[in-house]
């Protein structure tokens, strides 16, 4: 039986025989198993913009024509309800913190320029002189872009000269 590698967690894994040896892209950890599903549905998504366009309507004139449904489903599935009130926590604690971050840069924000100001020109070209954080500021200066949280994640702390963080929980930095 060959083996594969499975493009998410990079594993190799051996296909099930059972009628997917030839089409099982995945090793079937619980991980990769959501990842794929996510890739499938944004891609249905991507092929098919027009699916969900419009949809509040039809909705709203089904559960007018079934008054007091969502009333008795919710007191039929009491589950459900526990389910859907932690998911929305998850989702208002991840708002508020991303929220917070936001806030946090913008109170930083007169400092961080003072000391950019007093740094040397800055030349982007040259990835030797361009800090990450000058990089992560200057692309925040686009307000529709939403690629600084991205680089944000991807930079460790340690890289960050320019911002101390002796009083923020965080370890000293150093700058070498």
Same mark, same amino acid.
Request: net charge positive; glycine share 6%.
């Given at each position: @039986?060959?083996?594969?590698?499975?493009?998410?967690? *990079?594993?190799?894994?051996?296909?099930?025989?059972?009628?997917?040896?030839?089409?099982?892209?995945?090793?079937?950890?619980?991980?990769?198993?959501?990842?794929?599903?996510?890739?499938?549905?944004?891609?249905?998504?991507?092929?098919?913009?027009?699916?969900?366009?419009?949809?509040?309507?039809?909705?709203?004139?089904?559960?007018?024509?079934?008054?007091?449904?969502?009333?008795?489903?919710?007191?039929? *599935?009491?589950?459900?309800?526990?389910?859907?009130?932690?998911?929305? #926590?998850?989702?208002?604690?991840?708002?508020?913190?991303?929220?917070?971050?936001?806030?946090?840069?913008?109170?930083?924000?007169?400092?961080?320029?003072?000391?950019?100001?007093?740094?040397?020109?800055?030349?982007?070209?040259?990835?030797?002189?361009?800090?990450?954080?000058? @990089?992560?500021?200057?692309?925040?200066?686009?307000? *529709?872009?939403?690629?600084?949280?991205?680089?944000?994640?991807?930079?460790?702390? #340690? *890289?960050?000269?320019?911002?101390?963080?002796?009083?923020?929980?965080?370890?000293?930095?150093? #700058?070498?």
């Amino acid at each position: @039986m060959t083996t594969r590698r499975c493009p998410y967690c *990079h594993n190799l894994f051996v296909p099930t025989p059972r009628g997917g040896g030839k089409r099982q892209k995945i090793c079937g950890q619980l991980s990769c198993k959501k990842a794929l599903k996510a890739e499938n549905n944004a891609r249905w998504r991507r092929e098919n913009p027009a699916s969900c366009l419009n949809d509040y309507p039809r909705v709203k004139q089904w559960l007018d024509q079934h008054p007091g449904y969502l009333k008795k489903y919710r007191a039929d *599935h009491p589950k459900y309800v526990q389910s859907n009130r932690e998911a929305q #926590g998850r989702r208002d604690r991840w708002k508020r913190a991303r929220l917070d971050i936001q806030a946090r840069i913008k109170e930083q924000l007169p400092d961080i320029t003072k000391q950019l100001r007093e740094l040397p020109v800055l030349d982007i070209q040259a990835q030797k002189t361009a800090q990450p954080l000058e @990089m992560t500021l200057l692309l925040a200066s686009f307000p *529709h872009l939403d690629i600084q949280i991205q680089i944000a994640k991807s930079i460790p702390l #340690g *890289h960050n000269f320019i911002i101390p963080t002796e009083g923020d929980g965080h370890a000293k930095q150093t #700058g070498s």
